[in-house]
Structures are given as C-alpha cells and as structure tokens.
C-alpha cells in the first residue's frame, strides 16, 4: 500500500483526489491547500484529512502528488525528495529551466521515483500509435480550445503546446538542431496562439501550433515516415494508420473507462493511468513513465519557444 498526499486543491487537484480514491493500492493520507474555503470544501467533500503544513503531511506518506500552481513545483518537489519522498509533480515540472535542472540532479541523488504528469503519454490514441511503431520523419500537431476566461492565467505555450513539445520528443528522441516560433497576443498579455517549428539532428522536422481562442476545438498529432501516415486524435481515443495498403483505425473511445468527479465532470482513463503508473513504479522499483529528465527537456524547449515569441513581441 502507498501512503499518498496531494499538494493542491483546485480544480486539476479535485481530479486527482477522485482518481487516487478509485485506485487499488493508494491510501490517501490527505491533503493541503492554502485556500481556507476551497481546503474546508475539499476536506468535507472527499471526506480526507486537510493538513496546515507540508512538513506534517511528509511525515505521513511514501509520496507526494503536487498539483499546485508551477510556481511552487520546485520549492514542494526539493522538500519531498529531500526527505525520501516520491514524488509526482504536474507539467510544467518547475516555473524555470534552471530549477528543473537542480531537480535532475536531486532526482540522481535521491533514491526515489519523480513521474512528471504529461498526461498525454497515456492516451489510448499514443498508445495504439506507439504500438505500430514510430519513426517520424514530419510531424505536424494541432491542439485547439476555446478562449475560457475562468481559467488560470497561463501563456499558451507552457499550458497547452507543451503537451505536445513532450510526446514529439518522446517519438523523435534526437537532438535538438533549431527552433523557430511566432505568436500573437489577443485576449490576454500572454500569447494566446504559437506556432512552433523545431528541427532535429537527425532531419526530423516537428510544426506544432496550440491556440486558446480557436472557435473549434481539435487535439491531433500527424506523423509522416516511411511507408506510413499516422493521425492520432487526443480528443476522442482515436487513432488511424494509413500504409500504402490499408487503413487502420483503432478507436477506444466506446470503451473508455469514465470516472466522475465532484463537480460533474467526467475525465477519460489517461489520468488514472498515469497515476497508477506512478504507483506501480514505487511498489515494483520501475522507472517512470515520464522522468524528471523528461520533464525538464519539454520545459527546456518550451522556454526557448516562449523567448523567441516574446523577442519578435518586444521588437514590434
């Protein structure tokens, strides 16, 4: 059994608090949240122990889930892993490059498990594209969402495309050559849409473009290489293998486990999976699924998109 904690009680938070409760092999010990209201509501709610102070909730755990704003990530993650806590830790890992590296480092040190929630490594639609077999020579990614003026301020870059940033160099897994990015800003100070072309060494070349204010909504990911078209659809658990031959569709969008959460929603299995994913790296001594090295190489290019926009936004 591991003794779990959550760090973070708002909406992602309540998420996560759902699933740990719906998962053999958790016992959530219970939580923080530094907003009074929203802890009492929570605490009552799951019906959980709310802790006041991170120390306390530490000495009660085998692990950690921080799922508060990022830029806390580093401060909570050093604390757990310093002492002998796992810890699983929301994108972006830390609000900068050089704190994520600090945290590559404590990970080497450390002997404990550091998962990164890039949740898109768990959706049915990756799964069945990485069953096939991926060796992209083009990619071209789109995630689209419509403008919601309740949700926390984040530019679209570290919110959205770097999902994306994440699963590209997952498949590629080369080196970096160049990176060249543009993006406006409409309803906020922030980018609301970037576009993203990135080159490999290895000759692969990555267009992703993520847009908060799109009237459509869209989550795809096309890769082109030899003898193969892959589309994998985030959106509904779809994916479609075109070959010279046939068309493959593999689609677990009817049979997808729904869990529902408190506010009414219902959220697909990836989050399930990546947290038991979590767990079943501690009990069995596994690596992650998503490391802490992987964590810092998204947010590392996810940085360096974000300079390149704001640099063309200053000179203007």
């Not at 990614?141 to 679209?156: E, T, Y």
């Not at 692969?204 to 204010?213: D, E, G, K, S, W």
């Amino acid at each position: 059994m591991v003794r779990i904690g959550v760090i973070g009680a708002g909406h992602l938070g309540n998420i996560h608090l759902s699933i740990i409760l719906n998962i053999p092999g958790y016992r959530l010990v219970g939580f923080i949240d530094p907003d009074h209201e929203n802890a009492s509501l929570t605490a009552s709610r799951f019906g959980i122990k709310r802790y006041d102070a991170i120390e306390d909730l530490l000495k009660d755990v085998d692990a950690i889930d921080i799922v508060s704003p990022t830029i806390h990530h580093f401060d909570l993650a050093s604390m757990a892993i310093k002492a002998s806590k796992h810890v699983f830790i929301e994108k972006p890992i830390t609000h900068t490059v050089e704190q994520a590296k600090v945290l590559v480092e404590l990970g080497y040190e450390g002997n404990v498990k550091i998962q990164v929630g890039h949740v898109e490594r768990f959706n049915p639609a990756f799964i069945q594209a990485r069953e096939f077999g991926l060796k992209p020579q083009y990619i071209e990614s789109r995630r689209l969402q419509a403008w919601n003026p309740l949700q926390p301020f984040q530019d679209v870059v570290m919110d959205m495309m770097i999902h994306d940033i994440d699963i590209v160099l997952s498949m590629v897994r080369s080196n970096v050559k160049s990176i060249q990015a543009t993006g406006v800003h409409v309803f906020g100070t922030e980018p609301d849409i970037a576009n993203a072309r990135i080159e490999f060494d290895n000759g692969c070349v990555a267009n992703l473009t993520a847009n908060r204010i799109s009237p459509v909504e869209e989550c795809e990911i096309k890769v082109y290489q030899e003898e193969a078209c892959i589309r994998m659809d985030f959106l509904e658990n779809r994916t479609e293998i075109q070959t010279p031959d046939e068309l493959i569709i593999k689609d677990e969008a009817a049979s997808q486990q729904l869990i529902k959460t408190p506010d009414n929603n219902f959220q697909t299995i990836p989050f399930m999976r990546e947290l038991e994913h979590f767990r079943e790296s501690i009990v069995s001594n596994r690596p992650t699924a998503v490391s802490v090295q992987d964590g810092y190489d998204a947010l590392n290019v996810a940085t360096q998109i974000l300079e390149k926009i704001q640099s063309k936004v200053n000179i203007r």
